[in-house]
């Protein structure tokens, strides 16, 4: 079965820094994975996504995201933190649902932003 | 335009009684999903509607739940004889024609909580 693991809880970095949140997926075909951040209060929010091609995606916010597919991995990176990035990270796979993709997400990365 | 909504933001009830929570997708999104969020974990796959009917129910937990979508837009989501366990965030999202690739766009969610 599909899986999706973001090994870290809990990140704090400064205002200013980079930043990196790890995800590892397990999924038996090609994945269709996702980033989302969810906000106090608010809905989640695409971040960016990959299907196929570079492997290395553009995102909103100024993030972006590398698969690496030997590694089953899809990392979150931003060069320079805000203050408003803080909020829950959620990488998830896609699942073949027909024609659709059902989500299957980890459990979220909880970023905390220093002044 | 305007994007999901989800009516109400929150529900408190009893255990054992009967809830319906809404979802009003965006304007023209063929495609819907239903997804649980517990606390401190990730959303989960509960249904996917394509026009009207459910494409995808594999993530319902149990008979008690139950959601219909009668004319291709609003979906209600029903849970009878509620659990202390049933208390979650339900989300919903919406996306343009159900495709792998399209963009489910959240609502807000519904905080349900079973007392």
């Known amino acids: 079965a599909q899986s999706v693991t973001q090994p870290d809880i809990h990140i704090t970095v400064s205002e200013g820094a980079s930043l990196e949140l790890r995800c590892n997926y397990s999924?038996?075909?090609?994945?269709?994975l996702f980033w989302y951040v969810q906000s106090p209060g608010q809905g989640l929010q695409l971040l960016l996504k990959?299907?196929?091609?570079?492997?290395l995606v553009q995102g909103i916010k100024g993030f972006e995201a590398e698969f690496k597919r030997s590694q089953s991995s899809f990392n979150l990176r931003k060069p320079s933190v805000h203050w408003s990035d803080a909020a829950e990270y959620f990488c998830?796979?896609?699942?073949?649902?027909?024609?659709?993709?059902?989500?299957?997400f980890g459990t979220g990365t909880r970023l905390q932003v220093t002044l | 335009g305007a994007g999901v909504s989800q009516t109400p933001s929150n529900k408190v009830t009893e255990k054992g009684k009967y809830v319906e929570l809404r979802c009003d997708p965006i304007?023209?999104?063929?495609?819907l999903y239903w997804y649980r969020q517990s606390l401190g974990q990730g959303p989960e796959f509960l249904i996917y509607?394509?026009?009207?009917?459910?494409?995808?129910d594999s993530g319902l937990p149990n008979d008690r739940f139950f959601a219909v979508r009668p004319e291709g837009s609003v979906s209600t989501l029903k849970i009878q004889r509620t659990e202390r366990g049933d208390s979650a965030v339900y989300l919903c999202?919406?996306?343009?024609?159900?495709?792998?690739?399209?963009?489910?766009?959240f609502g807000p969610g519904t905080r349900l909580t079973v007392l």
């Open positions: 999924y038996g075909a090609t994945p269709y």
């Open positions: 509607f394509q026009g009207t009917g459910a494409a995808d």
């Open positions: 304007s023209g999104h063929t495609a």
């Open positions: 990959y299907f196929s091609g570079d492997t």
């Open positions: 999202a919406s996306s343009l024609l159900g495709l792998r690739t399209d963009t489910q766009y």
């Open positions: 998830a796979v896609g699942v073949n649902t027909g024609t659709a993709s059902k989500l299957t």
